[in-house]
């Protein structure tokens, strides 16, 4: 069982940045994939990045290349989302998530364990 618990989210303007950071329970973190989804209020769950268990395979969707950086540190069990140039369709509750062997690191159903979720919110 893994507990995550996400933080850094909050108000900022447009163009502006954002650092969400994931702590988790578990020693064994290190043998997790780590994934970051949003939800926009009325829209469907949607998937921002992934990075695999040692960092050597990392994922953005399309709308967030080039603006946000994953990143982790099995040290002190840790995944982190640098978010830049953000804008307003960036506004969302953003959860981590957590998963041994997702078939796929997009996909939010490949996931099991997920935190309470942090708001973003970006003015314009």
């Known amino acids: 069982q893994v507990e995550l618990v996400e933080s850094g989210g909050g108000l900022v303007e447009s163009g502006g940045s954002l650092r969400l950071s994931c702590a988790a329970s578990?020693?064994?973190?290190?043998?997790?994939?780590m994934g970051w989804f949003r939800q926009a209020p009325g829209k469907e769950l949607e998937f921002v990045a992934a990075?695999?268990?040692?960092?050597?395979?990392?994922r953005y969707a399309d709308p967030v290349k080039g603006r946000f950086l994953i990143s982790r540190d099995n040290g002190v069990n840790r995944v982190s989302l640098q978010m830049n140039s953000l804008k307003p369709e960036d506004t969302a509750v953003y959860y981590c998530?957590?998963?041994?062997?997702?078939?796929?690191?997009?996909?939010?159903?490949?996931?099991?364990?997920w935190g309470q979720g942090t708001q973003v919110t970006v003015s314009s």
């Open positions: 998530a957590a998963d041994n062997h997702p078939a796929d690191l997009s996909a939010a159903s490949e996931y099991t364990y």
């Open positions: 578990d020693r064994t973190f290190s043998n997790y994939h």
């Open positions: 990075i695999t268990w040692k960092g050597g395979n990392i």
